[in-house]
């Protein structure tokens, strides 16, 4: 099984059993080794700026919408840190839909990451809206201050060193997959890593 494991072909959330027990996910029996899979596999920073670039494409499209709208003068400061919230909101509906039509969102595409539920199909609806729902949870900590930057890295640990998967991962029973390491794969990270910084210092910018 550990073959298996090392192959892509076990997951974490496979049903396995022994002779006349119950069946239970696999992460539930010590004897797998996931560990030395989840240190070579897991890209806990791939993923963090796939969903940055994400929430950039997302800002932007509701500060079309506030232009469209803008008839009342906010305060900047206050309005940044509600709108921050809002965005975040909203990405719960944003990335559902599109993982539901196409296994995917922009960022997650740009930087070679999909997903997909345990039969290898786009997640439906109700799985993907689940999912988002505890990555806004989980994953970002609503967006409050302090606790968003502990359930960071509470998630990085997870990720990177304990489960090899994030527990919205695993409690809505979907699979994270990659595109096969290159240069120009990795550049693109950097890319974006560079592009979500930048715009990120400008908005605090007078």
């Known amino acids: ?40 596999i897991a890209r806990p920073w791939s993923r963090y700026w796939a969903r940055g670039l994400d929430m950039l494409i997302l800002g932007f499209l509701m500060g079309i ?50 997903i997909r539920d345990s039969e290898g199909q786009k997640p439906k609806l109700r799985k993907a809206f689940q999912r988002s729902v505890l990555v806004w949870w989980r994953g970002q900590g609503a967006g409050l201050p302090i606790v968003s930057l502990i359930f960071h890295l509470r998630g990085y640990q997870q990720l990177k060193y304990d489960l090899g998967m994030t527990t919205w991962d695993r409690d809505s029973e979907v699979v994270v997959s990659y595109r096969t390491k290159s240069w120009w794969g990795e550049l693109l990270v950097w890319l974006a890593a560079v592009l979500i910084i930048y715009f990120r210092i400008i908005s605090f910018l007078p």
Do not use: Y
Not at 81 to 98: D, K, S
């Open 1 to 40: 099984m550990n073959n298996l494991i090392q192959k892509g072909e076990l997951k974490l959330v496979t049903s396995v059993k022994r002779i006349g027990q119950e069946w239970n996910a696999a992460e539930s029996f010590k004897e797998l080794h996931f560990e030395k899979l989840a240190n070579s």
């Open 65 to 114: 919408l506030m232009s469209i709208l803008s008839t009342i003068s906010f305060n900047t400061r206050i309005d940044g840190f509600f709108l921050g919230i809002a965005t975040l909101i909203l990405a719960i509906p944003f990335e559902a839909c599109l993982l539901k039509l196409w296994g995917t969102t922009p960022g997650k595409w740009i930087l070679g990451i999909s």
